[in-house]
């Protein structure tokens, strides 16, 4: 597999698994019904450092983001985002990927990298936490999670 930099003409190509992710509604608090155009502004912007995964075919597999967290004095506080295609899930994708985007962090000259809202159901908790992220906090039944109800948003976050 290859990581590189996303170029606008990736979009239709992350978009498919991105809808996916975010219309079934268990790890992102963006809205279900969010459409393509919201979703390229949300995930494409240009204030963003956005990265894809190739397989050896070419096609796209997962994309992730990073950007400030924060602005003015607290800028130096990375935020990130990261889909895997669903039907790749426990390939190692997100974990090659999570080391790129933690890495490129690093070389921007962020200090750290916090991630707001972590559903609690989601399996790549475990992934954060197994990469030294830790659990700040939890904003207890924040998020209204469609097969297990209402559970908490962590906010997790890693020295760089």
């Given at each position: 597999?290859?990581?590189r930099?996303?170029?606008?003409?990736?979009?239709?190509?992350?978009?498919?698994?991105?809808?996916?992710?975010?219309a079934?509604?268990?790890?992102?608090?963006?809205?279900?019904?969010?459409?393509e155009?919201?979703?390229?502004?949300?995930?494409?912007?240009?204030?963003?450092?956005?990265?894809?995964?190739?397989?050896?075919?070419?096609?796209?597999?997962?994309?992730?983001?990073?950007?400030?967290?924060y602005?003015?004095?607290?800028?130096?506080?990375?935020?990130?985002?990261?889909?895997?295609?669903?039907?790749?899930?426990?390939?190692?994708?997100?974990?090659?990927?999570?080391?790129?985007?933690?890495?490129?962090?690093?070389?921007?000259?962020?200090?750290?990298?916090?991630?707001?809202?972590?559903?609690?159901?989601?399996p790549?908790?475990?992934?954060?936490?197994?990469?030294?992220?830790?659990?700040?906090?939890?904003?207890?039944?924040?998020?209204?999670?469609?097969?297990?109800?209402?559970?908490?948003?962590h906010?997790?976050?890693?020295?760089?």
């Open positions: 597999m290859q990581i930099e996303a170029a606008a003409e990736d979009w239709p190509r992350i978009w498919p698994f991105w809808h996916r992710i975010v079934a509604g268990e790890t992102y608090t963006w809205d279900r019904d969010t459409s155009e919201a979703a390229r502004s949300l995930w494409m912007n240009p204030a963003k450092q956005v990265y894809v995964v190739e397989d050896e075919t070419g096609a796209i597999v997962a994309s992730a983001f990073v950007t400030p967290n602005g003015g004095p607290a800028a130096g506080i990375a935020n990130a985002g990261f889909m895997v295609d669903p039907d790749l899930a426990g390939r190692g994708i997100g974990r090659a990927l999570a080391g790129h985007v933690v890495e490129a962090a690093r070389g921007a000259g962020y200090r750290g990298m916090v991630f707001n809202a972590v559903v609690e159901t989601n790549a908790v475990k992934l954060w936490l197994s990469l030294g992220f830790e659990i700040l906090g939890t904003v207890p039944e924040a998020f209204d999670h469609p097969r297990h109800g209402r559970v908490g948003l906010v997790m976050y890693r020295a760089l």
